[in-house]
């Protein structure tokens, strides 16, 4: 077809051609969607001739010229590159939006370029086309010749923002049917991600289903509807970005069921099509309407012929093949119209566009020489058209089809190339639709890959299977067996000539498998013929389509570099039938390499072992800046990083960039990054001399001027290369070179200048001319280093030390690969995507082989049979790691003498699960050797056998055995892979025997062994109740590190590894035991940590859990297989074992091994009783006569059962019940379950963990008394042994008259479940020895309240008295409370425990509730006080010190440690004070850098009575006093939990002094005022009848309801009531304030440390307010302490405490009203003094002031 331009010229439009300018655009995108005015350049425009014409620029359809062409801004006259301005500058103007004029005539003149830029309007959719015309000369509308002397054709553009090329295609229309849709389109430009494409279906798409495919890369698919129409829309949104270019995408959908006509699909591409629907959807590429398809009624009738009844079907791709389409049109009645048709082939099917001769209506075409087919079928009228495209035809005819018959059609196409997804034939006929018919499978190869080892052309000198050759790589899956095949290379690829199979692996994989294992294909023969390879399987072997295989063979590579026509696969079927066919289009190759060569070290090549080799290769390209110079070994070698971590050396040139090691998985690699030089201009055809002398001579700088080269491509391609299969020719070129010499020897320069392909220097050059060889030419030295530019050809060596892999590489991957590759560049439009580009010159050689070994071999027997010396049915298990491939194993048994195989099996496992098991072959005359065959061994994957049924060798010892693995060749044969060598295996097992068994229960057994009843009545079933006791003697001795395996096959008890121990006997010494695993519940391995004695009785302690009844063995049976012991050692076993679990029946008698179950029913009720006290126990029992035999009730040891059984009866009580020192009630007759019988509580439990109550039934005809018989039993430690709360409160002052003693007990539920309401009782109390009570006018009752009567009587005792109650209903009271009074002695009790008895009794002198050692309250004792300072080291601040003194404190860290030194009870320890600070050096040493600190602690220790003070005063006088503190203290901070200091570095006493209490009188309270809620003031006073040193703050706590109302220091003020000195207050810079207060009811006084406090009286004044009601307790507690942090009258460091009776509301005044007096800093006296004054005693106050 003629070009535009000549056909206006022929038609007369123009005279003379104008050369075209083109047309530069700016954004094209379509005005109509984003109202934004594009821009065209047109440049360059030169007449022929000088002219002088009007202009005019013609758009296509569709374009607009802008009419605004000044103000939008585009409009230029004058372009880049114009050489003149646009003629006069002029305006063009807009007519009819396509048309650009110039009516004006305007002067061209033909030396100059014009140009211009001007506004336009993009169309959204191409129109007419995308050619504009450029007139000069236009002066009319007439097409006269002359009128238009110059006019072009201009090119428009071809990438419009529009969809383009989009198509719907469908399987079929037919209702309900499920098919394919595939939407196909073409966009000119890239999508980004989250762009995309809408698919807008058609009217018959409101019900169509379509699912997204499963598999969609780079998009996201939705499937959703139009919100109107409800028509269906898919929208796809890509994940990354999506070239420009033709896409296809293919849905599953189901046909709606109703018809439906076809209307149209709308495709298109938005930026944001996730908002499909909404108004801010934005278009990209305009969308394209296109047909979519019809829902049509079932074309009844369709198929395809079977292929035995076409003639000239073909199932193999690419080939002309026939298919014969049957179908009818079944209707009531004959169409009317003429009929059309759809017919659609298997996607890929070859249909022309005009396709009639491809479709045969002739019957006796169709069948040819089939006369019944021909009478059978009806003959369709003659196809008036047939239009294709693709797969598709579109046939039509003249005249109506017949309804109700049979129609036969051939169909003549080419087959598709692959198997289509959808492999399926349809056809529409006027409005019906067929079903998908199956069409015939292509017969292809899948999954076809070809590689080389190296993408390279065929390097010079190089031939088929030596070092330089290269291999080639087919994986393939056929579709059809077949027993040969044949490969057809292009021309230029050579596989060799000849008859062998030389160089060639043919291998397969089983694709059913999950770890597929390689087999080798057996082969006949070969066939090799340059371009032709074939070859054929051995007898009943053949490829098939379960399996994918691997073809590896030696090929060389053709001259030519870039593509190559395809690869051609074909195969034979069985018996010669049509096989499988398909083509393969190799890798692009690039060129070869001039040299590449490889030596290794010599030295030992084994697997493991490094080598150095040396790399010697030169590049048939230059090596430019950027450029990447790569070496790839084969898989499995890695770098030698002993030697560094990464061990290359560049030997030449000497200097280079460093390397770069590199490994991913398996593959290595080394690589130098070329370094930029001071010229960086490419060489690419640039060969350095090979001389070494001259390569050697590097002091020169060179210029390389690369004006004379001459090549044929980018890559230094050979010039004018020709092939042939025997020879070549190369064309010979020249180029010049140019070189100055400098003076410079440290460093190189280079430079070159060039301008129009002309190099000039400003220095003189001498020129040599030297001849190309190849793509390189010989040259002058290459530069020192390797740097750009790295010439053409210079050679490049490199020493690398590798070590060998476990396997040697198969021979396709044993290649060493060296190639030059250009750095990869990024991607455009991406941030971080780079693009890795093909290398310019690559080149393999050949790897070697190397000695391999079996990796890890291992030969063990397992323990699931006889393990001893000669015993048949043992089981061995072999496991290794071949190097190599393999299909068979031998295994034969070396030492000891006599393995028997003979009838062995070898079994495959997976976990416990036996896969499979295979016959050996063993021969009768050598049983010690076993041979498996045909199993697949895959290299360097553990390879794992259990050999079953083996009879052990005739001796016991070290076993030893040899493996070896065999492999078969590609023609059969069989050839050695790998051997393990001799190996010591296992010892063979001796004998352990085991010597004695006792189960028993934990408790019983280890926790409490002294508890008979525990000790002897059997564990019950499924509880962790339960110890295995095991003895055992060992004939062989164990050491350190060795295992003890401990099983019981039975499954009778479930061990635990928690607790265990090893004991030897008799000396009953323990051996330290950790348990390793619980392999099983009823397996336990122990580790040894000591050694074992051999021959030696030894005792195994298990904990465990009796899972099934204990049965007691047939005593007719020597022995019983129960228990088994094996004795392990790392990586063997042991010679020691159970002789297969087996236990003399002896050892395990009823009484030692026996079981009982659990009794569910029982239950003791939980309460809280007293000691001594009667009591009430009630709970549940099995009921009477639901169990055979009695049911016995025990209790503790010390409860006394009260006879008889009441309420619940029982048939007697036994004192002793099995000697086991318990009461018991025999024979429990509970009629409902639940029992209650009286018991009286004992003093103490006899232990911690005797408090057990137990329910036994000991079963029918077994003696009550017989524990081990028991049957079933259950236990219950429900009732708390506890003291009844009571407590007692007394001035702690000695020989005190007629003190108060305030007495509360609080008697527990149990207790008063027993007293009838308001019934008689009676408190008893009995203080301790040296004290005296008195009833009387001391008696007092806080609580009970009238109308509770209450009395108090002396007792038989002086310090006894009891208080009966009448009418009190003590379940409603909670506390008791009464105040008696009290003679205190002079000290504590020294022989008689100081406490008091406080008891609850019924009416009949029952103890019903009691505490029988309530702490009486300490007589002041002499007192040892003293300070210890501590020195530390090694902490982080002075503010961390003093945290950690205050925490050492209040832990108990420090009075533990007092308490330790000193030997007294801790409670006896005061902690006065505690002050932390820095001592000695702020550092110890510079270099250290360690801190060094005092804590200093003043403590007070008291004796419990006078006679212990000189001990304690001794004790503290100590000269070991320090280091015994230093010691004791480090153990009591870390066992308070503290962070320990560094290092305690000494302990110094300083001051130790004896104290004595000081002479306190009982407090006296004052107070101003006693109304109900009214505020006043209080003043507590005390006497001291000599002065004292010892104290250091007064603590006083006010009743319950009262409450002080101090705001701050300056509240308090201290009075001297006839004090010869002021009270000494703390200053506020010693301790801070000298009031402390916590809450309303509580506060201390601090005194000034070391300060006396003068004889006479002292008043302490504060504010208080009254509270509503008058408190149960009114008590007020005044205590004078040792030390500062005396916070409770119980406080180790209160020295004197007292219990004031406090003032009740309306009590009369007895201080006078602040307003009458004014406290006395300013020496003025209250009127009051004046008194007081009388008496002679001095009254004066002072504040505690604030701080």
């Known amino acids: 077809m003629a070009e535009p331009d000549q056909m206006l010229a022929t038609a007369g439009v123009y005279s003379k051609r104008l050369n075209p300018p083109v047309l530069r655009w700016g954004e094209l995108s379509p005005f109509f969607l984003t109202m934004v005015t594009a821009y065209v350049t047109v440049f360059p425009i030169q007449v022929p001739d000088d002219v002088t014409a ?53 002067f061209f003149n033909a030396s100059f370029k014009y140009g211009f830029r001007v506004p336009v309007r993009v169309p959204w959719w191409p129109t007419t086309g995308a050619s504009f015309i450029l007139e000069i000369g236009f002066r009319n509308a007439s097409l006269d010749s002359g009128l238009r002397p110059l006019a072009v054709v201009i090119p428009g553009p071809t990438d419009l923002r529009a969809v383009r090329g989009a198509w719907v295609d469908y399987l079929t229309g037919r209702k309900n049917e499920v098919q394919g849709v595939r939407v196909q389109l073409s966009i000119p430009t890239q999508l980004y991600a989250d762009e995309g494409f809408v698919f807008e279906g058609g009217a018959a798409t409101k019900r169509l289903f379509c699912l997204c495919p499963d598999k969609l890369d780079a998009y996201t698919c939705t499937m959703t509807s139009e919100v109107m129409s409800g028509q269906m829309v898919i929208l796809l949104r890509a994940t990354r970005m999506i070239e420009a270019g033709t896409h296809a995408f293919l849905f599953s959908c189901t046909n709606p069921p109703n018809d439906y006509t076809a209307g149209s699909w709308k495709i298109g591409s938005y930026q944001n099509p996730q908002v499909f629907g909404k108004s801010e959807l934005v278009m990209i590429h305009a969308h394209s309407t296109v047909p979519g398809f019809a829902i049509r009624n079932a074309l009844v009738h369709f198929q395809r012929l079977l292929p035995e009844n076409t003639v000239g079907f073909d199932p193999r791709p690419l080939r002309h093949s026939s298919n014969i389409l049957a179908f009818t049109v079944v209707a009531a009645e004959e169409y009317g119209l003429p009929s059309r048709a759809r017919l659609r082939a298997p996607l890929g099917t070859q249909i022309h566009t005009d396709c009639l001769d491809q479709m045969v209506t002739n019957l006796t075409a169709v069948f040819p020489g089939n006369k019944s087919a021909q009478a059978f079928y009806n003959e369709l009228p003659e196809i008036f058209s047939c239009e294709g495209r693709g797969s598709l035809a579109e046939l039509r005819w003249e005249v109506p089809l017949r309804r109700n018959v049979t129609f036969a059609l051939r169909v003549n196409a080419v087959n598709p190339e692959v198997g289509p997804v959808y492999n399926t034939w349809t056809l529409e006929v006027d409005e019906n639709s067929s079903a998908k018919e199956t069409a015939a499978i292509v017969q292809t190869f899948y999954d076809v890959e070809l590689y080389f080892s190296a993408n390279a052309t065929q390097m010079v000198n190089s031939d088929i299977g030596g070092d330089l050759g290269n291999k080639m790589r087919l994986q393939f899956t056929p579709s059809v067996p077949a027993e040969a095949m044949n490969v057809l290379a292009p021309e230029g690829f050579d596989f060799g000539e000849g008859m062998d199979c030389r160089g060639l692996r043919l291998t397969g994989k089983n694709r059913a498998d999950a770890f597929p294992v390689p087999f080798v294909v057996e082969l006949s023969g070969c066939n090799r013929s340059s371009q032709s390879f074939q070859f054929f399987m051995k007898k009943g072997v ?32 069985i018996n010669g039938s049509v096989g499988d066919e398909v083509y393969k289009a190799p890798p692009d190759l690039v060129a070869d390499m001039i040299t590449m060569m490889m030596t290794a070290a010599d030295g030992q090549r084994r697997s493991g072992v490094s080598v150095e080799t040396k790399v010697k290769f030169a590049f048939n390209d230059s090596a430019l800046a950027e450029d990447i110079i790569r070496l790839r070994f084969p898989p499995g070698f890695t770098f030698d990083t002993n030697k560094s971590e990464c061990p290359v050396t560049l030997l030449k040139p000497s200097s280079g960039p460093p390397p770069v090691c590199y490994c991913l998985g398996t593959n290595c690699e080394v690589t130098f990054k070329v370094p930029a030089a001071a010229t960086a201009r490419r060489l690419s055809s640039v060969r350095t001399d090979t001389d070494s002398d001259a390569n050697s001579s590097m002091d020169s700088d060179y210029d390389w001027n690369a004006t004379a080269w001459q090549g044929n491509g980018s890559g230094g391609a050979r010039t004018a290369a020709t092939r042939t299969t025997t020879s070549f020719t190369e064309t010979m070129t020249s180029f010049t070179m140019t070189s100055r010499t400098t003076t410079e020897t440290s460093t190189s320069s280079t430079s070159t200048s060039t301008a129009s392909n002309t190099s000039t220097t400003s220095t003189s050059f001498s020129t040599t001319t030297t001849t190309v060889i190849g793509s390189c030419a010989v040259s002058l030295p290459v530069p020192p280093s390797l740097q750009s530019i790295w010439p053409c050809g210079a050679e490049i060596i490199v020493s690398v030390v590798l070590v060998h892999p476990t396997v040697v590489p198969n021979e396709f991957d044993n290649m060493w690969v060296a190639e030059l590759r250009p750095a990869p560049v990024k991607k455009p439009g991406t941030k971080d995507t780079y693009i890795v580009q093909p290398p310019r010159s690559q080149s393999c050689y050949r790897g070697w082989n190397f000695e391999t070994a079996m990796g890890n071999p291992v030969v063990s027997i397992m323990d699931t049979g006889i393990l001893r010396a000669g015993a048949p049915g043992a089981v061995l298990e072999i496991s290794f790691i071949p190097a190599n491939p393999a299909y068979q194993y031998v295994l034969e048994g070396k030492a000891p003498l006599g393995w028997d195989f003979r009838w062995a099996k070898s079994c495959e496992m997976r976990g416990t699960e036996t896969l499979q098991c295979e016959d050996p072959v063993v021969s009768p005359g050598s049983p010690q050797v076993l041979v498996v065959r045909n199993v697949w061994i895959r290299a360097a994957i553990l390879f794992k056998r259990q050999i079953r049924n083996v009879k052990l060798a005739l001796y016991g010892g070290q076993a030893g055995f040899e493996l070896s693995t065999f492999t078969r060749g590609q023609m059969g044969d069989q050839l050695p892979s790998d051997s393990s060598g001799l190996m010591e295996s296992f010892i063979l097992p001796g004998e352990l025997k085991v010597t004695g068994v006792d189960l028993r229960t934990i408790r019983g057994g280890v926790t409490d062994t002294g508890d008979i009843i525990f000790a002897q009545i059997a564990p019950r079933l ?18 350190k590190g060795d295992l003890l395996e401990v099983e019981d096959p039975s499954g009778t008890v479930r061990m635990r590894t928690e607790s265990l121990q090893l004991l030897r006997m008799p000396e009953q010494s323990e051996i330290e035991v950790r348990s390793r695993i619980l392999v099983q519940p009823i397996r336990l391995e122990v580790e040894m940590l000591d050694t074992v004695i051999d021959r030696t009785t030894h005792k195994l302690r298990i904990y465990a859990e009796i899972r099934r009844d204990v049965v007691s063995p047939d005593p007719a049976s020597a022995s019983v297989k129960w228990f088994k012991l094996v004795a392990r050692r790392t990586g063997y076993l042991l010679p020691v074992d159970t002789n297969d679990g087996l236990v003399e029946t002896s050892l395990l008698p009823k009484w030692k091994w026996a079981s009982s179950t659990r009794i569910q029913e029982f239950q003791v009720s939980k309460q809280v009783a007293a000691p001594l006290t009667q009591i009430q126990v009630s709970g549940k029992v099995p009921r009477f006569g639901s169990i055979a035999g009695d049911v016995l009730l025990v209790a503790p040891v010390g409860v006394q059962l009260l006879a008889p059984c009441k309420p619940t009866p029982c048939r007697f009580v036994q004192k002793d019940w099995a000697s086991t020192g318990r009461q018991a009630a025999v024979g429990l007759q509970s009629e409902t379950g639940s029992f209650a019988l009286r018991a009286e509580m004992p003093m103490s439990w006899q232990a911690v963990t005797r408090s057990d109550w137990l329910v036994l039934v000991p079963g029918q005809g ?50 008063l479940a027993l007293l009838p309401g308001g019934a008689r009782c009676y408190v008893k109390v009995r203080a301790p020895r040296g004290y005296v009570l008195h009833c009387g006018s001391h008696f007092q009752t806080i609580r009970p309240k009238p109308p509770a009567e209450t009395r108090c009587e002396a007792g038989p005792l002086a310090r006894e008295v009891t208080v009966a109650l009448d009418n009190a209903r003590l379940d409603d009271l909670g506390d008791l409370m009464f105040i008696f009074g009290l003679d205190t002695p002079a000290e504590n009790p020294a022989t008689m425990p100081n406490t008091f008895f406080i008891g609850l009794l019924d009416s009949g002198n029952v103890t019903l509730d009691a505490h029988v050692a309530v702490p009486a309250m300490d007589i002041p004792q002499p007192r040892v006080s003293g300070t210890a300072r501590i020195q530390v080291e090694g902490f982080e601040s002075l503010a961390w010190l003093q945290h950690w003194a205050i925490a050492a404190r209040q832990s108990g860290a420090l009075a533990n440690c007092l308490a330790f030194v000193l030997q007294v009870d801790v409670a006896r320890i005061s902690i006065d004070t505690v002050k932390a600070e820095l001592g000695g050096l702020r550092r110890l040493q510079q270099q250290s850098g360690r801190l060094r600190g005092l804590v200093s602690v003043d403590f007070s ?7 212990g003070i000189q001990a304690l005063s001794s004790r503290v006088s100590s000269a070991d006093f320090g280091s015994d503190f230093k010691t004791a203290f480090v153990t009591t901070v870390a066992s308070a939990g503290l962070t320990p200091v560094q290092e305690v570095t000494s302990v110094v006493l300083t001051k130790p002094t004896t104290r004595f209490p000081p002479n306190v009188t009982t407090p006296e309270l004052r107070w101003s005022h006693s109304n109900r809620g009214a505020r006043g003031k209080v003043s507590v006073d005390l006497i001291f009848q000599r002065s004292t040193d010892s104290l250091r703050s007064v603590l006083i706590k006010l009743p319950e309801g009262y409450s002080h109302l101090l705001k701050n220091a300056g509240d308090l003020r201290v009075i001297q009531r ?33 300060a006396t406090v003068a004889s006479g009286g002292y008043g302490f004044e504060m504010p208080f307010q009254m509270p509503e009601k008058d408190p149960d307790v009114n008590i007020w507690e005044v205590s004078v302490c040792s030390g500062l942090y005396c916070e409770t009258p119980r406080s180790p460091s209160v020295v004197t405490s007292f219990a004031v009776s406090g003032f009740s509301i309306g009590d009369k005044k007895t201080l006078l009203s602040p307003k009458s007096y004014t406290a006395g800093v300013d020496g003025v006296r209250p009127s009051w003094q004046l008194l007081a004054g009388l008496a002679g005693v001095l009254l004066s106050s002072i504040s505690c002031g604030l701080r």
Not at 1501 to 1507: D, F, I, K, V
Not at 1629 to 1643: I, K, P, Q, Y
């Open 542 to 573: 053949h490829l098939t389509p379960a399996a994918t295989y691997t073809l590896d063979t030696d090929i060389q590579t053709a001259f030519g570099r870039g593509t190559h026509p395809r690869f051609m696969l074909t195969s034979t079927g």
């Open 54 to 106: 009007p202009v005019r620029l013609t758009a296509p359809l569709g374009w607009v010229w802008d009419p605004g062409i000044i103000i939008s801004g585009f409009w230029q006259d004058y372009v880049p590159g114009a050489t003149a301005r646009f003629p006069e500058g002029a305006i063009p103007v807009v007519h009819d939006d396509i048309y650009l004029r110039w009516d004006g005539p305007l």
């Open 1618 to 1650: 006839g004090a010869s000195q002021p009270f000494p207050l703390a200053p506020s810079d010693e301790d801070g304030s000298c009031l402390e207060t916590w809450d309303s009811r509580n506060l201390r006084i601090i005194l000034k440390a070391g």
């Open 1022 to 1039: 499924s509880l962790q109740e339960s110890v295995l006791f095991v003895s055992f003697e060992l004939t062989q001795y164990l050491v």
């Open 1501 to 1507: 220790a008291r004796a419990a009575n006078s006679t």
């Open 1262 to 1311: 077994v003696s009550n008394e017989s524990l081990y018989s028991v049957q079933s039993w259950e236990s219950a430690a429900s009732i708390e042994l506890r003291a009844m709360p009571a407590s007692v409160l007394y001035p702690s002052v000695a020989l005190t008259k007629g003190v108060q003693l305030q007495v509360a007990l609080q008697p527990g539920a149990a207790a």
